[in-house]
T-cell receptor, first 117, second 114 residues
Framework: DTAVSQTPKYLVTQMGNDKSIKCEQNLGHDTMYWYKQDSKKFLKIMFSYNNKELIINETVPNRFSPKSPDKAHLNLHINSLELGDSAVYFC????????????????FGAGSRLTVL | AQSVTQPDIHITVSEGASLELRCNYSYGATPYLFWYVQSPGQGLQLLLKYFSGDTLVQGIKGFEAEFKRSQSSFNLRKPSVHWSDAAEYFCAVTRSGGYQKVTFGTGTKLQVIP
């Protein structure tokens, strides 16, 4: 199936630990994103990569480090986890705007629910 | 900076009734506008989008939305709601050109009662 897939779907860990979430898309898109959805369902963009190049880097603690080994993969590593990091993290992809009607349409993964105890 | 306001946090409608979810955006130029739906435990799925042209756009699952520039609105409508439409609905805005950030509203939770 063509999709955006994230692993793991659920992650429960202790404060202070380091964890990673992986994302892969097989849609042939050139842009990938990480969004954070808090307990009130508010979605906030964290990072965006276009062809492995970081293009959006919102105000996110530097404990969060994204990495894109190629344009089909975008991983998120989080160091020294804090209680406030508990959220659902969504990966998304899109094809960058080249004047086409498909521009900026995001395809989302199913999310990774991170719980920090 | 672009922003999106969804004034209704929670809406309850009866099955078979009509639905309108409100969305107001703030953006200086012509926006690209979207509605996404999120079912419990799922990611977001695109319902419809507006880039240009006809201001009334049709989407999946029988939804439509109308872009009204004078009111800075992009309200989502459905003539007859089904129980399976119960979900969280998000309006979003971005702009054309390059690598643009998509900004989401805070969402409206739709409850459908029999």
């Amino acid at each position: 199936d063509t999709a955006v897939s994230q692993t793991p779907k659920y992650l429960v860990t202790q404060m202070g630990n380091d964890k990673s979430i992986k994302c892969e898309q097989n849609l042939g898109h050139d842009t990938m994103y990480w969004y954070k959805q808090d307990s009130k369902k508010f979605l906030k963009i964290m990072f965006s990569y276009n062809n492995k190049e970081l293009i959006i880097n919102e105000t996110v603690p530097n404990r969060f480090s994204p990495k894109s080994p190629d344009k089909a993969h975008l991983n998120l590593h989080i160091n020294s986890l804090e209680l406030g990091d508990s959220a659902v993290y969504f990966c998304a992809s899109s094809q960058s705007d080249r004047g086409t009607s498909g521009a900026n349409v995001l395809t989302f993964g199913a999310g990774s629910r991170l719980t920090v105890l | 900076a672009q922003s999106v306001t969804q004034p209704d946090i929670h809406i309850t409608v009866s099955e078979g009734a009509s639905l309108e979810l409100r969305c107001n955006y703030s953006y200086g130029a012509t926006p690209y506008l979207f509605w996404y739906v999120q079912s419990p435990g799922q990611g977001l799925q695109l319902l419809l989008k507006y880039f240009s042209g006809d201001t009334l756009v049709q989407g999946i699952k029988g939804f439509e939305a109308e872009f009204k520039r004078s009111q800075s609105s992009f309200n989502l409508r459905k003539p007859s709601v089904h129980w399976s439409d119960a979900a969280e609905y998000f309006c979003a805005v971005t702009r054309s050109g390059g690598y643009q950030k998509v900004t989401f509203g805070t969402g409206t939770k739709l409850q459908v009662i029999p």
